[in-house]
């Protein structure tokens, strides 16, 4: 068995994740919308998984750290205090010609890249979605989706504190939902309008931030590696000063090799005061942490590991797709594509087979996938699988990834055992039904 | 200890939920925005609970069930043939002296309430909001966030069965995001312009849906009963044919008695093939299911049991409240106010509670704290509690629901054994330290 080294086919992926049911482009039968994607039934639990994930690891894995799940629409002045009515812009150029617009940072030349065309000045297009709130289409009913869930937990800083009582450093975790109008969109799910983020602000008392931006760097890497992503495809780039954003004193992206080349997954800025004060000062309510100690009020500085959660998606899977030699059923060998992922992210865990659809077979093997289906001990999704052939079948739960693969054969009448089959090693050992679950358990979480 | 039947105060409960951070209002600090809400560090954890459990139930549970996540923003046609483009809309009169809206089904003069001034008259609303996508504001650019998550399945129809080859009868099921721009709204979180919804498409043959639509308003009745809702506060309700939804052949609600009265937290619909069929019409895309048995295409009917998530917290929640006599620590007895929330849903599962701040005592609770929150045998929210007189402590574990507490006091150190005190019952029993994980998670799955 030898692994190919050669860099994985960005096609090859989307392709299987179409054919498999991890993603399909949204509103597909309607020719597409831009670059939107819709998770199907495995890449739901592929995400879900991906995001179960981060806050067991995040949340309940620390006493440092509780959750918080803010909405997408706020009052729109937060988006004036943070800075994002104002700053959240693209520059934007037109062709006078054909009337595309393009982003000004990202053109060669200044003549249209599709026909030519003179292009107009630069003007700034701000990148957040807006909306109305109420009947009347009107400016004082604008409201903004999100652009990132970082505000939500600024403003709930009190609320918070005042509801757990939290000491320095301490931070607050969310998951959800984020928009933004890019004007450049693509390499599949890796740049969409519609995205998922994982955010954590970190509130630590200034002059311990740098120390703590450097900390969440490790622990940032650490949860992509512990999750079995390979460190060689992983790295650390600090932010050059003219990259900073407007809050930043410095923020280091982490970044997956992608097909394409390196890509952030995830960054992790030191946001300093800036959030809490512009709050404060905007809303006129004192944004600030007391110290029992000194007696003080201070304001924390904030570091902010904030990642992907699409993206992430995009680089277990990208890392996870091997294509390798492996010996056939039939003799000899052949290639086989196997999703190496995490059993943690693995969106089935795992399948039961019959090893044919035989009247005597169908049964135990229903009874078996009922058990292990409905057993505690094997968290997450549990599949019955009895089309084609058996190896077919195992090739096709290697390519979803599938850690073990459960079979049910004639033997298994006599021995009430059956036959449990590694997805890795290709490795199968005899196991007797009762207590399966629990084998399969602790295989799992090996 | 007897129980006070009572009826809840509401204003009780958002008081709670704000003070113990379930539930904050939205941009608070900026003067919050119209009916919206940010689940706090214990709501984020009952949300994901109730949604976790849902999908343990629907999708994991079950062999005809597959999960799907979807996109907010589709393509807008999705929404000119589903019929919301054109049906989506509320009856709106305006004020002609104040200028306030209305919604006209709901006025029962036709004054203004305000102001009394003279109504104009009526016109429609639609109640989706819209936004651009891409840089021009322009009708071309107009897209919608939905309103609910079910197309985003009906489009995703061929995807999914070409990638799951499933077998009707068989369902799709999805958790997210959802927006109405409604103009009333209300009681806490039950109405809310942003809202999540936790929703199944199950596609079964025709002539069987009736007989589906029947099943599924029982499983979904024991859903929420499974799940500790007392059943005298649930109740189905059928449409009125007047009520019925253009799609739909029959609706039945699930209601759950609120503090103001009976409130829809599930709807069941039988969408029968309105919804393939206006999506095959519109895409040219045939969304039909092939009967290997007969050879025939089968465009199938459709059972749709629609629950909110939002509304499902909010039934737990008041469901679970309850003020009852309890002895107190100093003699006598005393109020107590208790969550009785089922394990399942209980944001925190385990607290460990030092008796005292003494210095022995704190690092075995420490380590006792460290080894129940990193077993993987207790799966969730772990909380260390040392503020205040452990009675103190009690009451605050059993106002914000959590199942178990471990208190580590001083014999603790010359016995290597904890006390486990029950939520509901208030009964204490002294256990080993060596297996506390597995006992604690025995007892939460009992």
Redesign the interface.
Known sequence: MTETVASVDLDKIISLC????FL?Q?????????S??????????L??NVKDAW?KTM???R?DM??????????P??WR?SGHVDAFSDP?VECKLCHQ?WREDQLEEHKCPDCGGELTDTRL?NTM????????EESASV?Y?RPETAQ?IF??F???L????KKLPFG?A?IG?A?R?E?TTGSFIYRT??FEMMEIEYFVRPGEDEEWHRRWIGESMRWYTDLGIDGERLRVRPHDSEELSHYSKATSDVEYHFPWGWGEIQGIANRTDYDLKA?SD??G?S?AYFDAGSGERIVPYVIEPSAGVDRAVMAFLVDAYTEEEAPKASGGTGQRAVLKLHPALAPVKVSVLPLSRNERLVPLARKV??EV??S?LV????Q?DD?QSIGRRYRRQDEIGTPLCVTVDFDSLDDNAVTIRERDSMAQERVPIAGLSQVLATRL?A
């Open positions: 179409k054919r498999r049911g399909f949204s509103s597909e039968i309607y020719g597409g919308i831009a939107t994607w819709d998770y199907g039934p495995l890449g739901a639990e995400k879900r806050w949340v309940w894995g006493d509780v959750g918080l799940d803010s909405a997408v629409i706020m009052n002045d937060v205090a934007l617009r297009f979605f807006k909306t109305f709130m109420g009947p009347v409201v989706l939500g403003v709930n009190n609320n918070v005042n509801a757990t009582r607050i969310q939902k928009f109008n004007i309008r519609e709050h905007a809303s309510e944004l996938y009922a289906r409905e505690r968290q997450g999704y549990v019955y089309a979480e």
